[in-house]
């Protein structure tokens, strides 16, 4: 399974644009990468999920360069309900039976 | 829409004491899991599941254990507890494991 890097923590106004980065070195040809988001005392939410170039939801956008050794989330204009914990995870489908998170980044958004 | 469901929400034991932490999905996935968080960190693999039948270790199995007689359920087995053992517990499914669905946690403390 790839392991992934991701900062530590980050911070934002509201109504930026936040982009997360996460490095994968090892990903390999049939992972795909899944960004989580977690609240305090709940379980992590499924954001978005791609495997190459760009996906977008009504949520986040996810861009993964052709060599998919990293992607980024996007995060358009984002507001105090965004704060949260954000992982990102890469594993394949059907292979793939075990999904191992990293720390994540803490994004605190402040008014 | 039930999804995976936990139970109890909130538990304190003795150290020494066993109990059960139950898990049920109403998503017919195939694939299950129990992690654990420790405050401000990162989710850790307990157990997982691909199917009925069929368990294996994640990457902190020791004190734990599971079994999966059915599809709809997952319990995890804590025996013997340990102040260690004091954490946030979350199940998830997945239908092919490449997407996780999570359940409200259960926040364990042994005293």
């Known amino acids: 399974l790839a392991k992934t890097t991701q900062p530590v923590s980050m911070d934002s106004y509201e109504g930026q644009e936040v982009n997360i980065t996460c490095s994968h070195n090892n990903i390999a040809t049939n992972d795909y990468i899944t960004w989580y988001q977690q609240f305090p005392s709940q379980g992590p939410r499924f954001i978005i999920q791609?495997?190459?170039t760009k996906v977008t939801n009504e949520v986040a956008s996810l861009f993964i360069p052709a060599d998919r050794k990293s992607s980024t989330l996007s995060l358009p204009r984002v507001s105090l309900s965004d704060t949260a914990v954000y992982y990102c995870?890469?594993?394949?489908?059907?292979?793939?039976?075990?999904?191992?998170f990293g720390t994540g980044t803490r994004l605190q958004v402040f008014p | 829409n039930a999804g995976v469901t936990q139970t109890p929400k909130f538990r304190i034991l003795k150290i020494g004491q066993s109990m059960t932490l139950q898990c049920t999905q109403d998503m017919n996935h195939n694939y299950m899991y129990w992690y654990r968080q420790d405050p401000g960190m990162g989710l850790k693999l307990i157990y997982y599941s691909v199917g009925a039948g069929i368990t294996d270790k994640g990457e902190v199995p020791n004190g734990y254990n599971v079994s999966r007689s059915t599809t709809e359920d997952f319990p995890l087995r804590l025996e013997l507890a340990a102040p260690s053992q004091t954490s946030v517990y979350f199940c998830a499914s997945s239908p092919r494991g490449e997407k996780l669905f999570f359940g409200s946690g259960t926040q364990l403390s042994v005293l």
């Open positions: 995870l890469v594993g394949g489908y059907l292979d793939t039976d075990k999904l191992i």
């Open positions: 791609g495997y190459k």
